[in-house]
């Protein structure tokens, strides 16, 4: 089956399907591959894929896009509170991060009959009727919300370039956040065992082959990294590194200031980093979709930690064996051979002293601005 975004879609079966099954047993719908690119979602996506597609952006609109479980969540709340919330004190700030930076493709993600069925009168569907009164459709709901987002729009999404619209980046800005492929397979496969949309039951060792056989829900990291890599040098596209963010989250409040345009005062950027970093935000319960007490295996959350665990850099020297880690960077290296000037960063890195000087490339801002490292 073709789609708007030139894939073709063929549905798992035979074989194939019943290992997936038997290993994430919340993939209770089946499953679709996408050609190109490997993209492997769940079948639900065939029904709202050309929506996703055709989405129009606003040139006040900002996506944050990653692979999973590379650090998104707290570059979406950063990036909501820089624009929504500078000086800390707007009372929405308490509501559902979900419903403040809706998820593109939450219908997608939220799809599993793993999930408990949503009553009328909870809360997510109290925001959906709210945004979308005139709404008699609740089976795009999550999809409806973020079109009808007020702006300035923050929009989260673990889809790839190629599954969006084509003009994405002429009409809107993407932030992308990338983290080591070491410490995203340990933290995927914490949440895979943790949600019960996925509910994984084997190994680490088995979904290590299942990561670097591009062959978990959304695909493959290194493809999601190439699509993303070859927009770069594009004046709408900024790069956050999650092991940058976290040794320097004032830094990169710094960075997206300059970049967004958002025109923070030296007094209140601080108060951002503070506000968005880790434990913060672990001591708030901001979490994603999916996250909800009722959607997690509480024996895992009990046993290995929730949504939030350590939030540090480096914590696969301790998950991962000396074979599993050499297989991931085996894999890494045949696939990063054209991605010039990707970092990596597997250990923790200390924050430099330095003053950098910015030249502004935006039309609507002239001149050059400098910007102290501390």
């Known amino acids: 089956m073709w789609k708007t975004s ?52 606003k040139k006040t609109d900002v996506v944050v896009m990653s692979y999973p479980m590379s650090g998104a969540t707290c570059v979406q709340e950063m990036i909501w509170t820089m624009r929504n919330n500078p000086d800390l004190n707007n009372p929405k700030a308490s509501l559902d991060l979900n419903f403040r930076v809706p998820h593109l493709e939450g219908d997608v993600v939220m799809s599993s009959k793993r999930y408990p069925a949503l009553s009328d009168d909870c809360e997510t569907k109290q925001m959906f009727r709210s945004r979308c009164p005139v709404s008699e459709d609740d089976e795009s709901m999550y999809l409806q919300i973020a079109h009808e987002c007020p702006d300035p729009r923050t929009i989260k999404t673990h889809f790839p370039f190629s599954l969006l619209c084509p003009d994405l980046l002429t009409d809107a800005k993407v932030v992308y956040v990338l983290r080591n492929p070491k410490d995203v397979c340990c933290s995927f496969y914490h949440h895979s065992r943790l949600t019960k949309g996925m509910d994984f039951t084997h190994t680490l060792d088995q979904f290590v082959q299942y990561f670097i056989s591009d062959n978990l829900m959304y695909g493959s990291y290194w493809q999601h990294i190439k699509e993303a890599w070859m927009k770069k040098d594009h004046p709408a596209f900024h790069v956050i590194y999650y092991e940058e963010l976290l040794s320097d989250p004032l830094w990169e409040v710094k960075r997206l200031n300059f970049f967004l345009g958002t025109n923070l005062t030296d007094d209140q950027m601080p108060g951002i980093a503070q506000h968005c970093n880790f434990e913060a935000m672990k001591q708030r319960g901001v979490v994603p979709l999916g996250y909800a007490p009722d959607q997690i295996v509480q024996p895992v959350m ?41 970092k990596l960063y597997y250990d923790p890195i200390i924050p430099k002293r330095f003053t950098f000087e910015f030249t502004d490339t935006d039309p609507v801002l002239k001149g050059s601005k400098k910007s102290n490292r501390w």
């Not at 063929?10 to 089946?30: C, I, M, Q, V, Y």
């Not at 850099?313 to 050499?326: D, E, F």
């Open 6 to 57: 030139g894939h073709v879609f063929t549905e798992l079966r035979g074989d194939a399907l019943t290992k997936h099954n038997e290993d994430f047993p919340g993939h209770t719908n089946g499953l679709v591959k996408l050609t190109p690119g490997g993209w492997l979602l769940p079948i639900d996506y065939e029904n709202i894929a050309d929506d996703i597609t055709e989405t129009k952006y």
């Open 302 to 342: 009990k046993r290995d930690g929730g949504f939030y665990r350590e939030g540090k850099v480096g914590t696969w020297r301790t998950r991962l064996n000396k074979s599993q880690a050499t297989q991931i960077d085996m894999w890494t290296k045949a696939n990063t051979k054209c991605l010039d000037d990707l």
